[in-house]
Nanobody, 118 residues
């Protein structure tokens, strides 16, 4: 079992930056890919970015060029650097992990709120 704990959310003005962190614990060796999803009020959860153990990265179109996902395997931590934030980035951001052999992300954090507002 893998436990994920997000941190770093908060209130930021449009154009500002935030860095989210996700600390993983438990059976870390099982993890293949990790990622970030977000859910805005009244909307479905959507993909933000993912990164595999081999370093392959995928970004959703709305965040390309503004967000950067990275992974520090020595610290068992996933990051999401968010720049040029927009009000439409306001959402609860969730960290997730996928074990080897799984097709879907099977471990999820509790989420951290990001609010972009002036």
């Amino acid at each position: 079992q893998v436990q994920l704990v997000e941190s770093g959310g908060g209130l930021v003005q449009p154009g500002g930056s935030l860095r989210l962190s996700c600390a993983a614990s438990g059976v870390i060796v099982k993890i293949d890919a990790m990622g970030w999803y977000r859910q805005a009020p009244g909307k479905q959860r959507e993909l933000v970015a993912t990164i595999t153990s081999g370093g392959s990265i995928l970004y959703a179109d709305p965040v390309k060029g503004r967000f950067t996902i990275s992974r520090d395997n020595a610290k068992n931590t996933l990051y999401l650097q968010m720049n040029s934030l927009k009000p439409e980035d306001t959402a609860v951001y969730y960290c997730c992990a996928r074990d080897y052999g799984w097709r879907a992300f099977n471990s999820w954090g509790q989420g951290t709120q990001v609010t972009v507002s002036s």
